[in-house]
């Protein structure tokens, strides 16, 4: 038997309720607020979202997709758990993109993103590979203590790889004490401040080629198969 105020069966957001939240925010000139709610699947995919978008310590049973969508504030997924896979690609964030302690279950893969302010996946946990290629952020990359592992399942493997292939930012990036399983790519990144490495485990190459890194290269500790540069 449940304990007395145990929450039996909490109700599982659709996708209807999802856009009656977004309505509401946009008339009321809010945030759209789904933190800690459970949602079958998020499909924001090709639209325009007036607002702030919170999804603060939800937890997302299917996929979430915000490919080539505008959001005209911030996108937070802090602490949410995504059970499959996140989806970014081209979208384009006119605030912060705050991903920090996300849980991935699959792929996180934001190729051709676009965020006007910080980008933070800080002690996030993606199991299977990471996308940020051609990414551009205007203000600092944050991936301190990212763990990207390989996943296994019955169709085969995905390796653990991050790719920051062509990335394009006016600050840093770091991955300090970054955990990758399979290789890191910088390749043709440019970066106008430093890229932090400090302590980062990369258990295959560290790939650097064509990468214009304008305060330096912080290595300190860093772990990794080999470097090409």
Same mark, same amino acid.
């Given at each position: 038997m449940p304990e007395s105020g145990e929450n039996i069966s909490q109700k599982i957001l659709t996708s209807k309720d999802i856009?009656?939240?977004?309505?509401?925010?946009?008339?009321?000139?809010r945030l759209a607020d789904f933190s800690q709610q459970t949602i079958q699947e998020v499909n924001l995919s090709d639209r325009t979202i007036e607002t702030s978008v919170t999804f603060a310590g939800a937890k997302i049973l299917g996929p979430a997709f915000f490919s080539k969508t505008i959001i005209k504030g911030d996108l937070n997924l802090s602490s949410a758990i995504i059970n499959t896979s996140l989806y970014l690609g081209e979208a384009n964030i006119a605030g912060e993109l705050n991903c920090a302690q996300v849980s991935v279950g699959e792929v996180l893969n934001a190729v051709g993103i676009v965020v006007e302010k910080n980008l933070n996946l800080s002690e996030a946990k993606i199991r299977g590979f990471l996308s940020l290629n051609k990414a551009v952020?205007?203000? %600092?990359?944050n991936c301190q203590? &990212?763990? *990207? %592992?390989?996943?296994?399942?019955? &169709?085969? *493997?995905?390796?653990?790889?991050?790719?920051f292939q062509e990335i394009k930012t006016r600050e840093s990036v770091s991955l300090e004490e970054a955990y990758i399983d399979g290789l890191l790519s910088f390749e043709k990144a440019r970066i106008k401040g430093y890229l932090n490495l400090n302590n980062a485990v990369v258990n295959d190459f560290l790939l650097l080629k064509e990468a214009v890194i304008k305060e330096g290269l912080l290595e300190e500790g860093t772990e990794s198969k080999g470097k090409i540069s």
């Amino acid at each position: 038997m449940p304990e007395s105020g145990e929450n039996i069966s909490q109700k599982i957001l659709t996708s209807k309720d999802i856009e009656n939240e977004l309505e509401s925010a946009a008339e009321e000139g809010r945030l759209a607020d789904f933190s800690q709610q459970t949602i079958q699947e998020v499909n924001l995919s090709d639209r325009t979202i007036e607002t702030s978008v919170t999804f603060a310590g939800a937890k997302i049973l299917g996929p979430a997709f915000f490919s080539k969508t505008i959001i005209k504030g911030d996108l937070n997924l802090s602490s949410a758990i995504i059970n499959t896979s996140l989806y970014l690609g081209e979208a384009n964030i006119a605030g912060e993109l705050n991903c920090a302690q996300v849980s991935v279950g699959e792929v996180l893969n934001a190729v051709g993103i676009v965020v006007e302010k910080n980008l933070n996946l800080s002690e996030a946990k993606i199991r299977g590979f990471l996308s940020l290629n051609k990414a551009v952020v205007t203000g %600092q990359i944050n991936c301190q203590k &990212i763990v *990207v %592992q390989s996943s296994e399942s019955t &169709i085969g *493997v995905i390796r653990g790889d991050a790719y920051f292939q062509e990335i394009k930012t006016r600050e840093s990036v770091s991955l300090e004490e970054a955990y990758i399983d399979g290789l890191l790519s910088f390749e043709k990144a440019r970066i106008k401040g430093y890229l932090n490495l400090n302590n980062a485990v990369v258990n295959d190459f560290l790939l650097l080629k064509e990468a214009v890194i304008k305060e330096g290269l912080l290595e300190e500790g860093t772990e990794s198969k080999g470097k090409i540069s």
